[in-house]
Structures are given as C-alpha cells and as structure tokens.
C-alpha cells in the first residue's frame, strides 16, 4: 500500500514536467549558465550546446568538458545529472553527452553524439541521441531521437540561432502510440558591451502553446558573472552566478516556478586542450 501512496503522489508532482516533455526529460536544458538566463540559450556556444543546440558547437575553439547537477523542487526523484564533452578539431567539432533523470519508479537515460562545423559566418550541427526510458512494473523501451541546429554571426554585437528537437518524430516505443516531443527553438543574442549580453528566444512544440525566454549575463568583476531571465506561460523566474578561475568554471542558477517551488542547478566546466 504504501509503494502505491509513493507511486501515485511521485506521478502526480511529475505530471506538469510529462505534460511539457510528452515522455522526453531529455528535453530539459542543460547547464547553470542557461538556467541563470531562462534558458535563452540557442545562440550560446559552450559545451553544453551538445545538450540545448548542437549547432552552436561549430562556434567553439577549445575543447571543454562539462558535468552538472539539477535539483528540482527538492525531490530527489526529479534530479538529473548530466556529463558531456565538445572537442575542437581543425575538421569540425565532436560533442558527446550523457544525462540521468529520475528515480526508482520512473527513470530515463540519454546518450547521444554529435557533429558541428563552422562556415564563414554560419555553424551547423547535428545530433543523435538514444533515449532509455525505464517504468517499475511496466518495463524497459528505448527510441532513437535525432535533431540539428545553426547559429549565424549578424554582426560583431548581433548572433541568430535555432535548433529543432526530435525532427524524426520518434514515438516512446514501436509499440507506443505517443511520440516524443518535437520542439523548435529561435532566437537572438545582442552584446552592446564586452560585459553585457542580452538573449531572447522563442521555443514551440509543436502541439503545445509557445512561449517566450529573455535572459541576460553580466561580467561585473573580471572572473565573476550574473544572471537572470524571465520566461512565459507560465512564467518563470532564473537567477544566477558565474566564477571562471583560469580552465575551470563554476556556475551556479536558481529557477522558480509560481506553483511548485524553486529548482537548483550547479554546473562545471573544465577547458582542457586547443585545437
């Protein structure tokens, strides 16, 4: 009786994030830099963009290892962890990312690669992801998800970028007839100063409403940075921090949600060669 109490009331605080994902936790944004800024993040190029835009890969120079830790609503059974890798090559670059979500009666695991490069203004890259999703008492499926995006540099102040999710259409599972979520994201970042960025981004799956992001970072002492953001329906509150010593850096954000509580997310990233 009481694994049927835990079931129920576990499914009941999952629900909101099953309806936005149809099934596909992979969906959530990786990385405490893009949850400071609302996860306006299409236009960023660090290596968590092997998670939120593989296409912004082809914008990145150094090779950089990542890992993070998301904490949601203070349930354990919510978290995620995820690790991934972008390594630069004179013949484009190479991202790899693996993730963790859930607990024991509902779990999903990702592993996914992908391939971006840079041509004159334009990078675009592509991405493919094996998702395991795991059910107590229901079993074990598994479906391949593929996606690809770009950004383009518009200016020295002015960067565009987009990415579609899950352009296959994959379902759960053959035997299921729910598909995964396909998901289209656009969006600009603006830089008016070295200090200063400003991201705004539209995101629309492509059977639920769209809704709209705005973030900003700001460097105000040297190593240090923050953030914030806002996103819409329903709206969401994003703050962060920043703190990059020589190859390391350490993000840190904070994401509330009006009806269920506050989310945490830590993240670090680790620079290590040059190609």
């Not at 959530?28 to 993040?41: E, V």
């Not at 656009?186 to 070295?194: M, T, W």
Request: glycine share 12%; hydrophobic share 40%.
């Amino acid at each position: 009786m009481k694994f049927i109490l835990n079931a129920f009331s576990y499914l009941i605080l999952i629900a909101p994030y099953c309806s936005y994902g149809q099934n596909g936790s992979e969906i959530f944004a990786k990385g405490a830099r893009s949850y400071g800024m609302a996860n306006a993040h299409v236009t960023l190029a660090d290596a968590w963009s092997v998670f939120n835009n593989p296409g912004a890969m082809g914008r990145m120079s150094t090779s950089t290892a990542v890992l993070g830790y998301d904490h949601r609503l203070g349930l354990n059974e919510l978290t995620t962890l995820g690790a991934g890798a972008v390594i630069a090559t004179d013949k484009g670059n190479f991202g790899i990312g693996l993730s963790h979500y859930g607990g024991e009666l509902f779990n999903q695991q990702a592993a996914g690669i992908g391939y971006a490069h840079q041509m004159g203004i334009a990078s675009f890259g592509i991405k493919a992801t094996y998702l395991q999703t795991n059910i107590a008492g229901y079993g074990r499926t598994g479906a391949p998800i593929m996606e690809f995006g770009g950004t383009a540099v518009l200016g020295p102040k002015l960067i565009f970028g987009a990415h579609v999710y899950n352009f296959t259409r994959s379902q759960l599972s053959r035997d299921s007839q729910d598909y995964l979520p396909t998901i289209i994201k656009a969006g600009l970042s603006y830089k008016p100063s070295k200090k200063l960025l400003i991201t705004m981004e539209a995101e629309k799956d492509i059977l639920l409403p769209p809704f709209a992001k705005i973030g900003m970072e700001y460097n105000f002492i040297n190593r240090f940075w923050a953030r914030c953001g806002i996103r819409t329906n329903p709206s969401n509150f994003h703050f962060g921090i920043g703190f990059k010593p020589k190859q390391f850096r350490f993000d840190y954000a904070v994401a509330q949600n009006n009806q269920l509580g506050f989310t945490h997310h830590v993240s670090l990233n680790y620079t290590f060669a040059s190609p």
